[in-house]
């Protein structure tokens, strides 16, 4: 099964289970980038986890050996604020649920941000805040509790737009999986800001990602091809049963299959 572009001047990888699981770098992906580095092709990290910063990750991949810029990395939230740069300008206050890479990465791109976990207070009744705001943006925290869902769901009620910054149900960690933000937001994909900001068409890049729900799917919507790799959340079996837009053009069971299915395509 391999349906890839034969032409490939951008290189889209997942972060979370195709570089690295957990403090672990996946071996054979500082090769590979490295490799398509020096061919000249365009890459970009993308990473479902909206918990750190850009910075952050470059420093985290440096520590696996691979070089990148600050620029080579998308975050979810990064892709958020693009997402609301290009469609809805207006917005300048936000309610957050997430941890302080995303408030980081927030007000750099000079958004108003209150943390719904600054304002939570046991026994919230569910009225109206003190003040209105313009989006509840949702991404992963793994200290949200009730309260603060209770505060974001009163913004909603209020009038702000809901966002979620990703569609992960889990994320793997070197020992197994942790639940991830989980909820869909069709209309926003990191890869779609990605081309967008690139200028490379959809028909000459590819995703490398670990997961079908998120990463496939995602990429088959911005008009993607993507290559699943069997280092992260999809094993060998599962794989072979996908169907419909969560089946990929090339499944590789490592960076070094990725690697062979890529020869002969980079320009």
């Known amino acids: 099964m391999s349906d890839l572009p034969d032409r490939v001047r951008l290189v889209i990888f997942d972060l979370d289970g195709v570089v690295y699981r957990g403090d672990e770098p996946i071996h054979g992906a500082r090769e590979l980038v490295e490799f398509l580095h020096a061919a000249g092709i365009a890459v970009r990290f993308a990473t479902n986890n909206s918990m750190v910063a850009r910075e952050g990750y470059v420093e985290r991949l440096s520590a696996t050996g691979i070089q990148a810029r600050a620029d080579e990395i998308v975050t979810s939230t990064s892709a958020t604020i693009e997402h609301l740069r290009r469609h809805a300008p207006d917005v300048r206050s936000v309610l957050a649920i997430g941890a302080d890479g995303m408030r980081h990465e927030l007000a750099e791109a000079g958004?108003?941000?209150?943390?719904?976990?600054?304002?939570?207070?046991a026994g919230h009744g569910g009225g109206p805040l003190e003040r209105r705001h313009d989006a509840v943006?949702?991404?992963?925290?793994?200290?949200?509790d009730y309260w603060s869902l209770a505060v974001a769901m009163s913004a909603v009620a209020g009038g702000a737009r809901l966002i979620a910054t990703?569609?992960?149900a889990r994320y793997p960690t070197p020992s197994g999986f942790l639940p991830g933000a989980g909820a869909i937001l069709a209309a926003l994909t990191m890869f779609t800001a990605i081309l967008e900001a690139s200028g490379i068409g959809a028909d000459e890049a590819i995703v490398i990602g670990d997961n079908p729900d998120a990463d496939v799917v995602g990429a088959h919507r911005a008009g993607l091809a993507a290559i699943l790799v069997l280092t992260g959340v999809a094993d060998a079996s599962g794989a072979a049963a996908l169907e419909g837009e969560r089946r990929p053009e090339a499944i590789a069971a490592d960076p070094d299959d990725v690697r062979s299915l890529l020869a002969g395509r980079l320009s």
């Open 111 to 121: 958004l108003e941000v209150t943390m719904a976990g600054e304002i939570r207070s």
């Open 137 to 144: 943006i949702v991404g992963l925290d793994p200290d949200v």
């Open 166 to 168: 990703n569609a992960d």
